[in-house]
Nanobody, 121 residues
Framework: QVQLVESGGGLVQAGGSLRLSCAAS????????MGWYRQAPGKQRELVAD???????NYADSVKGRFTISWGNFKNTMYLEMNNLKSEDTAVYYC???????????????WGQGTQVTVSS
């Protein structure tokens, strides 16, 4: 069982910056991918960015060039650096981890509880 602990959300002005973090509790979990998703009221949850075990990353077009996703130590911690924030970035942000156990990198998905990001004009 993996628990994902998120932090770093808050209220910022447009043009400001925020750093989100997500920490996985289970060291026996082999992470294939970790990522950030967001959901605004009345809208579907969408991928913001993710990062692969190998280091490869991908981003939603709407955040490309403004957000940077990165691994922390031992790939059990992951960060999202958000710069030049816009009102359109306002949403609940959720951390997701994909991976497995016993030498496998596959088979399990876990979600964090979500952290609110609000960008004011």
């Amino acid at each position: 069982q993996v628990q994902l602990v998120e932090s770093g959300g808050g209220l910022v002005q447009a043009g400001g910056s925020l750093r989100l973090s997500c920490a996985a509790s289970d060291n026996d979990f082999s992470t294939l991918v970790m990522g950030w998703y967001r959901q605004a009221p009345g809208k579907q949850r969408e991928l913001v960015a993710d990062i692969h075990h190998s280091g490869g990353t991908n981003y939603a077009d709407s955040v490309k060039g403004r957000f940077t996703i990165s691994w922390g130590n031992f790939k059990n911690t992951m960060y999202l650096e958000m710069n030049n924030l816009k009102s359109e970035d306002t949403a609940v942000y959720y951390c997701k981890a994909e991976g497995g156990y016993g030498g496998s990198y596959f088979g399990y998905d876990y979600w964090g509880q979500g952290t609110q990001v609000t960008v004011s004009s």
